[in-house]
């Protein structure tokens, strides 16, 4: 058995000793130019039944029930057994190499074989054609299209290995010496299998085997993309969303793609593509699933996280969290960061089921990124600089299978852990709305035929959605702006942040959660409905039936006459509710209240840490949340703030983050609480140690 081990950063020297040990490298930057397989829905396979959201100027489409998946056969850990797939209807296998059919019209068991020749530097061997790069790294993408043929590479080539959503790597022949499987966790390209190092001069044999799919092989031969329409290569503020189907030919009626690894959304979807260098700002803000402890039979791994790269190429940054089960049952939550080829770098922060995460990977320029992950309910944030030289060619939104290599030859895409249901609640790409559609944006994830993760439709602002686990399509999630004709985009920003919604001068509401038996807010008051909802969606947070005084709270009264709130005009002004009682934590949605000038909160029993979404308060002047229990960084988005002129916190649990913008804004505060600056994040990684 192996067992991880989380090490804390080492000095240079010592990294270079145990990356030769396990076989992983540290990488510089440059440039990439591979195609990784695809796969599209076969005609006539839809998720089940779902009336989605119909967009504007667009006819609602039902989909047609999923054939014969009613119900969805748990993933058997690995060494559990096998899977009982589900049949899916008239098709045939199509694999290079198949045998033991299923029978005529259903899936079959098949394998896959390729060989790949390492050749040393100066050999005067020709090389194989589709040799690209992947981060300065040589790189080759194995697809179906590869089976007949022997693929020649150079030694230190990273081969990425794609086949069919059935499909899993068996063996490697030999099993050292010419490609090895390096080792740690790995969030692949999608529909990647896995990933190889070509460390000697030689022949290999790779085998992959499992059920097939007529689609699946046919998939994997080259894609030839149709260049994107009303794309533009940046943001522009006040830009048309894009045109939907302008030269596309759609691969289904429904869902835009599936993968064996992947499922959520991209941008651009299946069928479409853009000039390299397209995307350079990604942001996004999920609810990270909540596994059930206890289950040694559900699963391994559900990751979620946003990316750039990796939809149609070998390319990819990203930062998430791994939700796992270890072989007892015991639920654990990583956040990471990674650059393929390299592995996923954990970061020394705490992470639970349920918590909400925003994230944003940002170009910074000459090949330099910023990668931020913020746990809004933990209240920390973690940042990493890093070169990065990726195509810049897709963007995606995804919950992901990843590929396990913790002992040698033992790597596989794991088993998706059953993670229930969770959302993705927004997110931008280079400062603007993605405007996102089922198809061709949207795909889901099968395993051995199964279909094991599915995404809702859009949300009403097509910005977000909801994922499932199995073969059900869930209600997309609600409480977000309600739907415009034309999306705004908002303004880029050049410093990144952790804003959890870009601020702008009308930032978006963020999303809002309030007690069922709320009804205040359906009444016609002269306060817009939004900031009646940010109130009471405080209110709930906060524990609201409990304060020392809640005078007219949860009444049909106008939100201007309740206990502590005040009015100008027809907006919400201040709030003061000092020394009321208030428990639990202050909720994003406060930051629904734009023209909110004094927010007074000293003397309570608030904990948690401050949320990303107070950057929305721009037109606050003066903060008190003294004597409270609220811990953590606070947020770069309150560098918005930019009219806060007195702000006043306990500096024993809140710190100052070490960003040189942000601290040139809290130093132009004129009356302020002292700040420390927090402590620089430790960065570690996972090595196998071998337990007796």
Not at 246 to 261: H, I, K, M, P, R
Request: hydrophobic share 35%.
């Amino acid at each position: 058995m192996f067992r991880r081990l989380r090490l804390a950063l080492l000095p240079a020297c010592a990294l270079c000793l145990l990356a030769g040990l396990t076989g992983q490298s540290i990488f510089a930057a440059g440039p990439s130019h591979s195609a990784a397989g695809s796969e599209p829905l076969a005609a006539g396979l839809r998720a089940e039944t779902a009336t989605p959201t119909p967009r504007q100027g667009g006819a609602t489409v039902t989909p047609t029930p999923r054939l014969s998946e009613e119900t969805v056969t748990p993933t058997p850990r690995l060494g559990e057994g096998t899977w009982t797939p589900t049949p899916r209807s008239g098709e045939e296998s199509a694999t290079p190499t198949s045998s033991a059919e299923n029978g005529a019209g259903g899936s079959a068991a098949s394998t896959t074989h390729f060989t790949v020749s390492v050749v040393a530097a100066g050999a005067g061997q020709a090389l194989s054609s589709g040799l690209a790069h992947s981060n300065g790294h040589a790189s080759f993408a194995l697809s179906a299209a590869s089976a007949a043929q022997t693929v020649t590479v150079p030694l230190d080539t990273y081969v990425f290995v794609h086949g069919s959503a059935g499909q899993r790597l068996v063996s490697v022949s030999p099993a050292s010496g010419v490609l090895v499987q390096p080792l740690g966790r790995y969030h692949l390209p999608r529909d990647g299998i896995a990933l190889l190092h070509a460390v000697g001069a030689g022949i290999a044999t790779i085998t992959l085997s499992g059920t097939g799919s007529q689609a699946a092989a046919a998939s994997a031969t080259a894609l030839t993309a149709t260049p994107r329409a009303a794309l533009p290569s940046t943001a522009t503020p006040g830009a048309a969303p894009r045109a939907r189907g302008a030269g596309v030919a759609s691969v289904a009626q429904d869902y835009g793609w599936y993968s064996s690894n992947w499922s959520g959304y991209a941008v651009p979807g299946y069928g479409e593509s853009v000039p390299d260098g397209t995307y350079t700002d990604v942001t996004g803000n999920w609810i990270v699933p909540t596994l059930q402890s206890g289950c040694t039979s559900c699963g391994t791994d559900a990751s979620t996280w946003i990316g750039i790269d990796g939809f149609d190429n070998s390319d990819l940054i990203q930062t998430g969290v791994d939700a796992e089960y270890d072989d007892y049952g015991d639920v654990s939550y990583t956040p990471w960061w990674e650059i393929l080829p390299a592995d996923e770098t954990p970061f020394n922060d705490t992470v639970e089921g349920g918590d909400q995460m925003h994230a944003e990977i940002k170009e910074l320029g000459s090949g330099e990124w910023n990668i931020e992950l913020e746990d809004v309910t933990q209240g920390w944030t973690a940042e990493q600089e890093e070169s990065y030289s990726g195509e810049q060619a897709s963007a995606e939104w995804i919950l992901e299978a990843p590929e396990e290599c913790y002992s040698y030859n033992d790597c596989q895409v794991v088993p998706l852990a059953e993670y229930g249901e969770t959302d993705f609640l927004s997110g931008t790409v280079n400062g603007s709305n993605p405007d996102l559609a089922l198809d061709p944006d949207g795909g889901y994830m099968e395993q051995n035929d199964v279909q094991v993760s599915t995404p809702s439709e859009p949300d009403a602002t097509y910005d977000g959605f909801a994922v499932e686990y199995g073969s059900t399509m869930p209600s997309p999630p609600s409480g977000n702006a309600s739907p415009t004709a034309s999306p705004t985009p908002s303004t880029p920003t050049d410093t990144p942040t952790a804003t959890a919604i870009p601020a702008t001068a009308t930032p978006t509401p963020l999303p809002t959660t309030i007690p069922s038996t709320w009804s205040g807010c359906n009444e016609q008051f002269d306060v817009p409905a939004s900031e009646c909802q940010a109130l009471a969606a405080f209110y709930a947070a906060t524990d609201g039936p409990e304060w020392g005084d809640s005078n007219n709270w949860e009444l049909d009264t106008d939100p201007c006459d309740w206990y502590g709130v005040e009015c100008t005009g027809e907006h919400v002004s201040a709030l003061s509710l000092s020394y009321n009682n208030l428990t639990g934590a202050i909720p994003p949605a406060l930051g629904n209240l734009p023209d909110l000038t004094q927010l007074e909160l000293s003397g309570n029993s608030i904990g948690g840490g401050l949320p990303a979404g107070l950057g929305n308060l721009t037109s606050a002047t003066y903060l008190d949340l003294q004597s409270n229990d609220i811990s953590g960084s606070m947020p770069l988005t309150l560098d918005n703030l930019t009219q806060l002129s007195s702000f006043y916190f306990d500096s024993a649990s809140i710190c100052e983050p070490a960003n040189t913008a942000f601290e040139a804004w809290f130093s132009g505060i004129a009356s302020k609480t002292s700040a420390t600056l927090c402590p620089v994040e430790t960065y570690g990684f996972y090595m196998p140690l071998l337990e007796h």
